[in-house]
């Protein structure tokens, strides 16, 4: 008798080409996140003892060692697990946030669970599991909002919000009717916090205050400028109309920078996260002190951690570095001083 042949899913194929692309392929968003735009103050006597910079935080109560999130980006295949496993160690070690990638294979296939279940390699840190929001339209409900928590022993889950990624992607969900109404829902009966998350095309201030009022605990606001998913989904495609729409808007979103300031200036408290094409801790700080909380960053850490587990050791290291530099050469102690200290202005 011949053996059952477990062969890929959609989804986790969708999973490998996701991965394959954004490796090896240029999909970065033609708009900039718009930091650029924003120049600090160099102060030439500091009156800072450097080694003395503290840049840890606290964001939805757990202590970070620094400012910075390991952005959502993997999982479901055995390049995926390594890949997670070493961004886990080193977020472990820094005790640095983290978030995985979608885990909607996790709950159509069981059998890949464990290539996001992080929680051994990194038992002390911020860790969000995370799903598609619009999944909430296609038989996703609080069981499978608390299945995927629990599979990863996360703290807080990231509902993902990606209707261009959608429409782009081949047979995409996009069906967002009604959406605001599930995820207050949600919100009320879910036991930890939950975050809305764009995926690279960014959350303006009009769509954060109707999120928040239903009861959203975090944003991120991932903004344009970093990977586009519609030039990757576009990059995908077999079907010319695809390829066409993703090639149209591949360059479509809100600056993260934009996104940022927007944000805080509606709201003065929502714990704000940073993210859409930020590469080093200039950027980073630069985006704290526009009023995000911390950072977030996919693309170089997929570089990093594909390449091998000391390459994302020495990425958080100078990551680590640049942040407290910039600390130094404004003369803030502190990410709080930085913040309040209008040392950073437009160029």
Known sequence: MDLPVNLPTETENRKADHLRICLDEDVQSGVTHGLERYRFTHCCL??????????????LGKKLGAPLLISSMTGGT?????INF???????QYKIAMGVGSQRIAVENPQVASTFAVRSQAPDILLLANLGAVQLNYDYGLAECQRVVDLLEADALILHLNPLQECVQTYGNTNFQGLLAKIATLCQKLPVP??????????????AQKLIEVGIAAIDVAGAGGTSWAK???????????????????DWGLPTAECVTEI???DPHIPLIASGGLRNGLEAAKAIALGADIAGMAWPFLQAAHE???SVYNLVDVLIAEITTVLFCTGNATLKELQQSESLRKS
């Open 86 to 92: 070493r961004l886990a160690e080193v977020a472990q």
């Open 194 to 207: 939950v975050i809305a998350k764009e995926v690279g095309n960014g959350i303006s201030a009009v769509m």
């Open 78 to 82: 055995e390049l995926a697990k390594t």
């Open 46 to 59: 500091p009156e800072l003892d450097r080694s003395k910079i503290d840049i840890a935080t606290t964001f």
């Open 308 to 310: 091998s587990v000391d």
């Open 264 to 266: 805080r200036a509606v």
């Open 232 to 250: 990757v989904e576009g990059g995908r495609a077999e079907d010319p109309h695809q390829r066409r729409l993703g090639q149209t808007f591949g």
